[in-house]
């Protein structure tokens, strides 16, 4: 298995709603990250998760609650979210956080779309 | 981090080679030029890597300039499906666990028939 997937691919969610993001990835990598992507901008780093725990969080609001059960999976928690929120919210993976020439492998991302 | 430099836009015609330029003249010697690609509408996809050698796998080439102040990525032979936006990202392979994958403007390539 050579694949991050993601669920959902597509997400609508009203202001007040509580909602998650889901990312999986069976490669044996132990760095999992989320990126924020915003229309006709480059992908934005938010958080990276290394052995399963929080090594960086780039001042992402509390509305986003990331976790890391276990060394496959990886949540974002979503709630009270802000229209400005809307965006592909897209998981990543790789090895380690300290090696990263063997490149990230990236799902293809959830449409969130606040309303 | 070395900072690079990409066209915002640049077109091809099916079938030829597309020549993809990256500036990164602020590169440090344990910096790796890396290539990734987003097609619309999926996560980036990672394309190749390189030190200071040319390198070569079934997606492309990538040529180091001697001084590595630049690197160009080929597409030996541009189909439709290789319209994408081409990220050029400099890092350092080994590192500290703050040494992650930051990207920029990346140049936005569009094959035509």
């Known amino acids: 298995d050579t694949e991050v997937t993601q669920t959902p691919k597509h997400l609508v969610m009203g202001m007040t709603n509580k909602k998650s993001l889901k990312c999986e990835q069976h490669m044996g990598h132990r760095a999992m990250y989320w990126y924020k992507q915003k229309a006709k901008k480059p992908p934005e780093l938010m958080f990276v998760y290394s052995y399963e725990k929080l090594s960086i969080n780039e001042s992402v609001p509390s509305r986003f609650s990331p976790e890391c059960p276990n060394s496959s999976l990886l949540n974002l928690h979503l709630h009270a979210l802000q229209p400005e929120d809307s965006a592909l919210y897209l998981c990543a993976s790789s090895f380690h956080t300290s090696r990263i020439d063997y490149g990230y492998t990236f799902g293809s991302g959830t449409r969130l779309t606040v309303v | 981090d070395a900072k690079t430099t990409q066209p915002p836009s640049m077109d091809c015609a099916e079938g030829r080679a597309a020549n993809l330029p990256c500036n990164h003249s602020?590169?440090?010697?344990?910096?790796?030029v890396y290539w990734y690609r987003q097609i619309h509408s999926q996560g980036p996809q990672y394309i190749i890597h390189?030190?200071?050698n040319n390198e070569t796998n079934e997606m492309a080439s990538l040529i180091i300039t001697e001084d590595r102040k630049s690197s160009t990525l080929i597409l030996p032979h541009a189909t439709l499906r290789d319209t994408a936006v081409y990220y050029c990202?400099?890092?350092?392979?080994?590192?500290?666990?703050?040494?992650?994958?930051?990207f920029g403007g990346g140049t936005r390539l569009m094959v035509k028939p």
């Open positions: 602020t590169i440090s010697g344990n910096e790796y």
């Open positions: 990202i400099v890092r350092v392979g080994w590192g500290n666990a703050g040494n992650m994958l930051t």
């Open positions: 390189g030190l200071k």
